[in-house]
């Protein structure tokens, strides 16, 4: 799928549809599952039923939508659906001060549509408050905040239209109505995101400064990113729960199964893809944060991926080590954008921030399930050969070859680029400096290769 369908909302269904007429299951299962992100949870005894004669069409038709339920699981995205009571709704305040705290605003609102507000669907509101960064006395619930779809708000023109709204000093149009309980009357810049995919929308985040600032793009769009994501994992839930039913009813008719079947592939691809496309937009938002003047992340994924391809490693694993290089800095996400643009002596409590980044970025990881097999490769990057580095002081090749290889490459880019300390070094200059500290801080085969890719 291309990047400028995947913005606008393009689906793989689409395809799907033109398929399911002559039902060739080659081509539905060739569709794109997401690449490295799900292609290791088809199973062999999937793939082997594919293009083979079954007599039964209803019942292989049912096994391939158990296979497909089981390639998506909660395991593989946010759990953010079937909630009942207000205790289940916590994960959206949380959810609500980790973009706050990532992205140095001042507050955020998370709406979903009453539909998807089980458990604080009484109310008049067509979009409920489900959760907050701000501490609001008492229950937060309790104040009915929302709004509905006909009150030319910017937050109910921002679902209507399935786009972006941004707002400077909203508070003087009449479509910003402040409440009180979340702090608005402090608002100076308002955005409003969707939270939709191709399907539907199902709900709006809202993100909020009280300086006089917009927020700046790659910030902005992680935010989107995050937002559509949101709907997918709903909507996919949605599905899987209606694709179950199919398969326990015994008079579910061939072509409901199949039309579910094609409909569930596109959706499983289409959230492979959004998730891609989340993991480029936090490298770009780490970047920004990190006051980089070039794409630091992305080119040290771009060579992390030559280097792999130096070493003959297969796809499966250069596909791994270069997400882990785009997110090897993501722990700087989570810190004040004040430690980046400090000009004079760091304190020990910043430095010990900025110290700690990688494991701060490791427990970020960890919270977004799909991308748990990079982990071990940003864990373990700023390990040295000699085994005087951190976090465990690994040596040698007891350090994942991943983290060996991200290391390198990140040392490589961060030399050969432009800082606002420092000029950038000649690459010839930057790979001298590495042979000669090949076997204390780097693998020398790693050298090895990087040398024979800049020459």
Same mark, same amino acid.
């Given at each position: 799928?291309?990047?400028?369908?995947?913005?606008?909302?393009?689906?793989?269904?689409?395809?799907?549809?033109?398929?399911?007429?002559?039902?060739?299951?080659?081509?539905?299962?060739?569709?794109?599952?997401?690449?490295?992100?799900?292609?290791?949870?088809?199973?062999?005894?999937?793939?082997?039923?594919?293009? /083979?004669?079954?007599?039964?069409?209803?019942?292989?038709?049912?096994?391939?939508?158990?296979?497909?339920?089981?390639?998506?699981?909660?395991?593989?995205?946010?759990?953010?659906?079937?909630?009942?009571? /207000?205790?289940?709704?916590?994960?959206?305040?949380?959810?609500?001060?980790?973009?706050?705290?990532?992205?140095?605003?001042?507050?955020?609102?998370?709406?979903?549509?009453?539909?998807?507000?089980?458990?604080?669907?009484?109310?008049?509101?067509?979009?409920?408050?489900?959760?907050?960064?701000?501490?609001?006395?008492?229950?937060?619930?309790?104040?009915?905040?929302?709004?509905?779809?006909?009150?030319?708000?910017?937050?109910?023109?921002?679902?209507?239209?399935?786009?972006?709204?941004?707002?400077?000093?909203?508070?003087?149009?009449?479509?910003?109505?402040?409440?009180?309980?979340?702090?608005?009357?402090?608002?100076?810049?308002?955005?409003?995101?969707?939270?939709?995919?191709?399907?539907?929308?199902?709900?709006?985040?809202?993100?909020?400064?009280?300086?006089?600032?917009?927020?700046?793009?790659?910030?902005?769009?992680?935010?989107?990113?995050?937002?559509?994501?949101?709907?997918?994992?709903?909507?996919?839930?949605?599905?899987?729960?209606?694709?179950?039913?199919?398969?326990?009813?015994?008079?579910?008719?061939? &072509?409901?199964?199949?039309?579910?079947?094609?409909?569930?592939?596109?959706?499983?691809?289409?959230?492979?893809?959004?998730?891609?496309?989340?993991?480029?937009?936090?490298?770009?938002?780490?970047?920004?944060?990190?006051?980089?003047?070039?794409?630091?992340?992305?080119?040290?994924?771009?060579?992390?991926?030559?280097?792999?391809?130096?070493?003959?490693?297969?796809?499966?694993?250069?596909?791994?080590?270069?997400?882990?290089?785009?997110?090897?800095?993501?722990?700087?996400?989570?810190?004040?954008?004040?430690?980046?643009?400090?000009?004079?002596?760091?304190?020990?409590?910043?430095?010990?921030?900025?110290?700690?980044?990688?494991?701060?970025?490791?427990?970020?990881?960890?919270?977004?399930?799909?991308?748990?097999?990079?982990?071990?490769?940003?864990?373990?990057?700023?390990?040295?050969?000699? &085994?005087?580095?951190?976090?465990? &002081?690994?040596?040698?090749?007891?350090?994942?070859?991943?983290?060996?290889?991200?290391?390198?490459?990140?040392?490589?880019?961060?030399?050969?680029?432009?800082?606002?300390?420092?000029?950038?070094?000649?690459?010839?200059?930057?790979?001298?400096?590495?042979? /000669?500290?090949?076997?204390?801080?780097?693998?020398?085969?790693?050298?090895?290769?990087?040398?024979?890719?800049?020459?």
């Amino acid at each position: 799928m291309s990047k400028e369908k995947l913005q606008s909302g393009a689906s793989l269904f689409n395809r799907s549809m033109d398929l399911i007429e002559g039902d060739p299951l080659e081509e539905i299962f060739a569709l794109n599952l997401g690449d490295f992100l799900s292609e290791h949870l088809i199973s062999d005894d999937l793939a082997q039923k594919i293009g /083979k004669n079954v007599k039964d069409k209803s019942v292989s038709l049912k096994n391939q939508l158990k296979e497909l339920i089981s390639i998506y699981s909660l395991d593989n995205t946010l759990c953010v659906l079937g909630f009942s009571s /207000k205790e289940d709704y916590v994960i959206y305040n949380s959810i609500a001060k980790t973009i706050v705290q990532m992205l140095d605003l001042d507050a955020c609102h998370i709406y979903l549509t009453k539909e998807n507000a089980k458990g604080l669907d009484k109310t008049d509101n067509d979009l409920v408050l489900v959760g907050s960064s701000i501490e609001v006395k008492g229950d937060i619930y309790s104040h009915n905040i929302g709004y509905t779809l006909n009150d030319k708000s910017f937050i109910s023109e921002a679902f209507l239209k399935k786009e972006t709204i941004e707002a400077k000093n909203p508070k003087f149009s009449h479509r910003f109505n402040p409440v009180e309980a979340l702090n608005e009357s402090k608002v100076k810049v308002l955005t409003a995101i969707p939270m939709h995919n191709n399907a539907q929308v199902v709900g709006v985040i809202v993100i909020e400064s009280y300086v006089d600032r917009f927020f700046q793009d790659e910030y902005l769009r992680l935010v989107e990113s995050t937002a559509t994501l949101f709907a997918t994992s709903m909507f996919l839930q949605k599905m899987t729960e209606e694709a179950s039913a199919l398969v326990v009813n015994p008079d579910a008719i061939i &072509g409901d199964l199949q039309h579910m079947r094609a409909e569930l592939t596109a959706l499983i691809g289409d959230l492979g893809d959004y998730q891609q496309l989340f993991v480029q937009r936090l490298a770009a938002a780490v970047d920004a944060k990190g006051q980089y003047k070039v794409s630091h992340s992305q080119n040290t994924a771009n060579l992390a991926r030559l280097i792999c391809k130096q070493l003959g490693l297969n796809e499966k694993t250069i596909d791994l080590i270069y997400y882990a290089g785009l997110l090897q800095n993501i722990g700087k996400i989570t810190l004040p954008e004040s430690i980046f643009t400090h000009n004079g002596t760091l304190s020990k409590e910043e430095w010990a921030k900025l110290q700690n980044h990688p494991n701060v970025g490791i427990n970020l990881l960890m919270s977004i399930n799909f991308l748990s097999e990079v982990i071990p490769y940003i864990h373990y990057h700023k390990e040295r050969w000699d &085994g005087r580095g951190e976090p465990e &002081g690994l040596s040698g090749n007891s350090i994942p070859l991943g983290s060996r290889i991200i290391a390198v490459a990140d040392a490589f880019s961060a030399m050969t680029a432009d800082r606002a300390y420092r000029k950038a070094m000649l690459k010839n200059q930057a790979i001298e400096v590495m042979r /000669k500290e090949a076997e204390s801080k780097w693998d020398p085969i790693v050298i090895d290769a990087l040398a024979s890719i800049i020459n």
